[in-house]
């Protein structure tokens, strides 16, 4: 509850009046139960000034801020109740739990529809009379209707035996028809082979020799010319030949430089295994030289040895510090005169040797496990690379559908994944890994990569519900939700978005009932009419019926009412039909 002295600004300032508890009676355990589960007590009711003050946009600032004893931080939710123009409204503000901005709701409040008084009985009894008249009229006319079927059903009998007598005739019919055409052809043929036979011979005879002799001509000119052609074509075989010949001793050859470069490969295979055990040598050397150097510099700080060892007593060369090293081993075995130093020495020279073979086996364990790792992260970068392609694949064909271009890539901020720190040890950097996804709508521009600063909201839903389309079959589960994803599209963006969904939400099991591409469910305030695959037989469409225009009560909702006043409406369209048909009669008349 809000505290006397915002309750009292909010009375003259913002036009509320009281809390919803205080508009209602009821008994204290309901009242008691409203105020726990639904927050009576806090929910303001005011008049037609709240909308006044809603419009200035500093009522919901007012309301979202706490007051000075409320130290808990962030912004308050709020809820109140009030009139405009004779219609109540619901206005509630939410603040964001990742923002921290508030989120406002305004509804329309609708009539109550919940403890209404019954039906009168005396409607009760006159519904049922007329339900039993209704019965008994059915009884009645049953007969009538049977009888009615059974002659309907004849008849449709004997249509089609008509209908099938019928296309026999108009086949025969066309069928002479055919035949007299081929007789008057064959017809006219006889009489015109009749008129040549009766024509003067002599003359025919003359023209068939000039025609006879212009042939053998032609003949003998003709087996001139394949003469020359045949022998053109061996001389191509020959040459051919040579050819073959060529290219097997090419082929030999070609295989003999395939089968020394698979022996070249296999020997570069053997260098490469000899490099890494190399390299994995010379870095375990190199670490032991490190540990030696940090030891060495612990030991002889190099800041107070370095005029020591700038004189010259100090040995020079190993062959030197070899010597100095016997003659100080031969001093302290001398020493017999205090065996505690000499066997703190030995207990001491002990612990550095097993401390060694540790630091040595720990240093052989972290090189075993770089190696294991990079083996893993060879194997799961490659497993990303084929899943990438593999969505790429699938967003570039359905980006391509609407007529524009896309690319999915994974970026790695780098060339390389591996980075060297200061020691030069492996690092990765996936905190700089992520998807890229490029989209190009226009001829004219090139591939740019998805943004808020550079596309439309339009554009980025295209993109956005077709990259989710790429990534559904990789990934089961049993449901999916969108929710208005196609607000901000055209009409045909909206089109093909709604038919690529539909095509990959209706996919049939494969395997089994199970193998099943999941449900799909696409909330939306509006769809277009005329949508491909709404005649999907597993597509289902849900209303949710919500505003103030509905029916007050679900049993008003009645079918059979509904097709008797579409039955009636018919009916007058039809008996308006038929009064101007019959004046036309009577003025024909």
Same mark, same amino acid.
């Given at each position: 509850?809000?505290?006397?002295?915002?309750?009292?600004?909010?009375?003259?300032?913002?036009?509320?009046?009281?809390?919803?508890?205080?508009?209602?009676?009821?008994?204290? #355990? %309901? @009242?008691?139960?409203?105020? &726990?589960?639904? /927050? $009576?007590?806090?929910? *303001?009711?005011?008049?037609?000034?709240?909308?006044?003050?809603?419009?200035?946009?500093?009522?919901?600032?007012?309301?979202?801020?706490?007051?000075?004893?409320?130290?808990?931080?962030?912004?308050?939710?709020?809820?109140?109740?009030?009139?405009?123009?004779?219609?109540?409204?619901?206005?509630?503000?939410?603040?964001?739990?990742?923002?921290?901005?508030?989120?406002?709701?305004?509804?329309?409040?609708?009539? #109550? %529809? @919940?403890?209404?008084?019954? &039906?009168?009985? /005396? $409607?009760?009894?006159? *519904?049922?009379?007329?339900?039993?008249?209704?019965?008994?009229?059915?009884?009645?006319?049953?007969?009538?209707?049977?009888?009615?079927?059974?002659?309907?059903?004849?008849?449709?009998?004997?249509?089609?035996?008509?209908?099938?007598?019928?296309?026999?005739?108009?086949?025969?019919?066309?069928?002479?028809?055919?035949?007299?055409?081929?007789?008057?052809?064959?017809?006219?043929?006889?009489?015109?082979?009749?008129?040549?036979?009766?024509?003067?011979?002599?003359?025919?005879?003359?023209?068939?020799?000039?025609?006879?002799?212009?042939?053998?001509?032609?003949?003998?000119?003709?087996?001139?010319?394949?003469?020359?052609?045949?022998?053109?074509?061996?001389?191509?075989?020959?040459?051919?030949?040579?050819?073959?010949?060529?290219?097997?001793?090419?082929?030999?050859?070609?295989?003999?430089?395939?089968?020394?470069?698979?022996?070249?490969?296999?020997?570069?295979?053997?260098?490469?295994?000899?490099?890494?055990?190399?390299?994995?040598?010379?870095?375990?050397?190199?670490?032991?030289?490190?540990?030696?150097?940090?030891?060495?510099?612990?030991?002889?700080?190099?800041?107070?040895?370095?005029?020591?060892?700038?004189?010259?007593?100090?040995?020079?060369?190993?062959?030197?510090?070899?010597?100095?090293?016997?003659?100080?081993?031969?001093?302290?075995?001398?020493?017999?005169?205090?065996?505690?130093?000499?066997?703190?020495?030995?207990?001491?020279?002990?612990?550095?040797?097993?401390?060694?073979?540790?630091?040595?086996?720990?240093?052989?364990?972290?090189?075993?496990?770089?190696?294991?790792?990079?083996?893993?992260?060879?194997?799961?970068?490659?497993?990303?690379?084929?899943?990438?392609?593999?969505?790429?694949?699938?967003?570039?064909?359905?980006?391509?559908?609407?007529?524009?271009?896309?690319?999915?890539?994974?970026?790695?901020?780098?060339?390389?994944?591996?980075?060297?720190?200061?020691?030069?040890?492996?690092?990765?950097?996936?905190?700089?890994?992520?998807?890229?996804?490029?989209?190009?709508?226009?001829?004219?521009?090139?591939?740019?990569?998805?943004?808020?600063?550079?596309?439309?909201?339009?554009?980025?839903?295209?993109?956005?519900?077709?990259?989710?389309?790429?990534?559904?079959?990789?990934?089961?589960?049993?449901?999916?939700?969108?929710?208005?994803?196609?607000?901000?599209?055209?009409?045909?963006?909206?089109?093909?978005?709604?038919?690529?969904?539909?095509?990959?939400?209706?996919?049939?099991?494969?395997?089994?009932?199970?193998?099943?591409?999941?449900?799909?469910?696409?909330?939306?305030?509006?769809?277009?009419?005329?949508?491909?695959?709404?005649?999907?037989?597993?597509?289902?469409?849900?209303?949710?019926?919500?505003?103030?225009?509905?029916?007050?009560?679900?049993?008003?909702?009645?079918?059979?009412?509904?097709?008797?006043?579409?039955?009636?409406?018919?009916?007058?369209?039809?008996?308006?039909?038929?009064?101007?048909?019959?004046?036309?009669?009577?003025?024909?008349?």
């Amino acid at each position: 509850m809000y505290s006397d002295a915002r309750m009292q600004v909010l009375r003259r300032e913002h036009g509320f009046e009281c809390y919803l508890d205080e508009t209602f009676t009821a008994p204290e #355990a %309901i @009242m008691a139960a409203l105020q &726990t589960r639904h /927050n $009576v007590d806090k929910v *303001l009711v005011g008049g037609e000034g709240v909308q006044h003050s809603i419009e200035r946009k500093d009522l919901v600032e007012f309301l979202s801020s706490r007051e000075r004893h409320d130290t808990r931080p962030g912004k308050q939710a709020s809820c109140f109740f009030y009139t405009h123009r004779g219609t109540s409204y619901k206005y509630t503000s939410q603040p964001s739990r990742y923002s921290g901005e508030v989120g406002t709701d305004c509804s329309q409040v609708g009539p #109550a %529809i @919940m403890l209404k008084p019954g &039906t009168d009985p /005396n $409607v009760k009894d006159q *519904l049922a009379s007329v339900i039993k008249s209704a019965e008994e009229t059915i009884e009645r006319i049953k007969p009538e209707i049977d009888m009615s079927e059974s002659e309907l059903l004849k008849l449709n009998a004997q249509g089609q035996e008509s209908g099938t007598k019928l296309k026999n005739a108009k086949r025969a019919k066309a069928d002479w028809q055919m035949h007299e055409v081929k007789l008057r052809n064959q017809k006219d043929k006889l009489a015109e082979a009749e008129e040549n036979a009766s024509k003067d011979n002599d003359r025919e005879k003359k023209k068939s020799k000039v025609k006879i002799q212009k042939l053998m001509e032609s003949s003998i000119s003709m087996t001139e010319m394949a003469a020359k052609a045949h022998n053109e074509f061996m001389k191509t075989m020959s040459s051919l030949t040579g050819l073959k010949m060529s290219e097997d001793g090419l082929s030999d050859n070609l295989r003999k430089l395939a089968d020394a470069l698979n022996e070249k490969q296999a020997e570069t295979a053997e260098l490469v295994r000899e490099y890494s055990r190399v390299d994995i040598e010379y870095n375990t050397k190199k670490d032991k030289l490190k540990d030696l150097l940090k030891e060495a510099e612990r030991v002889a700080p190099s800041a107070e040895w370095k005029d020591r060892l700038s004189q010259d007593d100090i040995p020079s060369t190993l062959e030197d510090l070899d010597h100095e090293i016997d003659e100080a081993e031969l001093k302290v075995n001398s020493i017999t005169d205090n065996p505690h130093a000499i066997r703190e020495y030995e207990r001491r020279k002990k612990e550095i040797q097993e401390y060694q073979a540790k630091l040595d086996g720990m240093s052989g364990d972290k090189q075993q496990k770089v190696r294991l790792l990079e083996a893993k992260f060879e194997n799961w970068r490659d497993s990303l690379l084929n899943v990438v392609n593999q969505v790429n694949c699938k967003f570039s064909e359905y980006m391509k559908e609407v007529g524009c271009a896309g690319q999915i890539n994974l970026y790695t901020g780098s060339n390389d994944a591996r980075e060297n720190d200061s020691d030069g040890q492996t690092q990765y950097n996936f905190k700089n890994w992520g998807i890229e996804i490029l989209v190009k709508f226009r001829e004219a521009s090139s591939l740019q990569v998805l943004s808020a600063q550079t596309h439309s909201g339009g554009e980025r839903s295209v993109s956005t519900i077709m990259y989710l389309m790429g990534l559904q079959n990789l990934m089961s589960s049993p449901f999916r939700c969108v929710d208005e994803i196609n607000q901000g599209l055209d009409e045909r963006n909206e089109r093909l978005v709604f038919k690529r969904i539909v095509a990959n939400s209706t996919i049939s099991p494969e395997s089994s009932p199970d193998d099943h591409c999941g449900q799909y469910f696409l909330i939306t305030p509006k769809l277009l009419p005329n949508l491909d695959g709404m005649e999907n037989e597993n597509i289902t469409v849900l209303f949710v019926f919500s505003g103030p225009n509905n029916f007050p009560h679900f049993l008003d909702w009645n079918v059979d009412k509904f097709i008797q006043e579409k039955r009636k409406f018919l009916g007058q369209e039809h008996n308006e039909e038929r009064i101007p048909n019959k004046n036309k009669k009577r003025r024909s008349q």
